[in-house]
Nanobody
Framework: QVQLVESGGGLVQAGGSLRLSCAVS????????MAWFRQDSGKEREFVAT????????YYEDSVKGRFTISRDNAKNTGYLQMNSLKPEDTAVYYC??????????????WGQGTQVTVSS
């Protein structure tokens, strides 16, 4: 089995920063992309960012471009999402996922339980 565990969420004021982490454990995975999605209450889970196994390819949702940075450390089996200039509309539960590279949820086979990010105005 594969487990993904997110950490680093919390409450922050608008304009602040948070760094989310996603630790992957269990069965060894190779050549998988890592992604972050988010879901606010009453809304669909939406794509935020993804990164290829090598880190050479990244995609971002338009509203987070220039503010969020996705990265990974394969030696530590950990992915990261650095979030700067946070806005109240970034408030959501953030999920990490592992699987194929792309923006669609169905590409990802493994999901974490989520971490809450709340941005106050």
């Amino acid at each position: 089995q594969v487990q993904l565990v997110e950490s680093g969420g919390g409450l922050v004021q608008a304009g602040g920063s948070l760094r989310l982490s996603c630790a992957v454990s269990g069965r060894t995975l190779r050549n998988y992309a890592m992604a972050w999605f988010r879901q606010d209450s009453g809304k669909e889970r939406e794509f935020v960012a993804t990164i290829s196994w090598s880190g050479a390819i990244t995609y971002y949702e338009d509203s987070v471009k220039g503010r969020f940075t996705i990265s990974r450390d394969n030696a530590k089996n950990t992915g990261y999402l650095q979030m700067n200039s946070l806005k109240p509309e970034d408030t959501a539960v953030y999920y990490c996922a592992a699987g194929g590279l792309g923006r669609e949820r169905h590409l990802y086979d493994y999901w974490g339980q989520g971490t809450q990010v709340t941005v106050s105005s």
